[in-house]
């Protein structure tokens, strides 16, 4: 069984920056596909980014390419996601996932932590 604890979030102005981190346990991290999904209110969770088990493969949905960058540190079994330029429409609970392959719904992903909430204020 594979625990995932996201931090980082906030409340943050707009333009303002954030890193938001996963920590895991309980399996093998160099195995997994980390991604992350975001949450708005009344909204669908949606993909946001992933890397492959040693970052050397990342993928970045549109709306957040350029401002938004993953990565992972195999030794402390971590996932980053750094964000720049934040805008109001960024506000969403961020979750990380694991999965064995390389996905870009959440339904490719096993393992869940339970979100760090941020908040951009204009």
């Known amino acids: 069984q594979v625990q995932l604890v996201e931090s980082g979030g906030g409340l943050v102005q707009a333009g303002g920056s954030l890193r938001l981190s996963c920590a895991a346990s309980?399996?093998?991290?160099?195995?997994?596909?980390m991604g992350w999904f975001r949450q708005a209110p009344g909204k669908e969770r949606e993909f946001v980014a992933a890397?492959?088990?040693?970052?050397?493969?990342?993928y970045s949905t549109d709306s957040v390419k350029g401002r938004f960058t993953i990565s992972r540190d195999n030794a402390k079994e971590m996932v980053f996601l750094q964000i720049i330029s934040l805008k109001s429409d960024d506000t969403a609970v961020y979750y990380c996932?694991?999965?064995?392959?390389?996905?870009?719904?959440?339904?490719?992903?096993?393992?869940w932590g339970q979100g760090t909430q941020v908040t951009v204020s204009s």
């Open positions: 309980g399996g093998t991290f160099s195995r997994y596909v």
């Open positions: 890397i492959g088990w040693s970052g050397g493969t990342t």
């Open positions: 996932a694991a999965t064995t392959t390389w996905g870009r719904v959440s339904s490719a992903y096993d393992y």
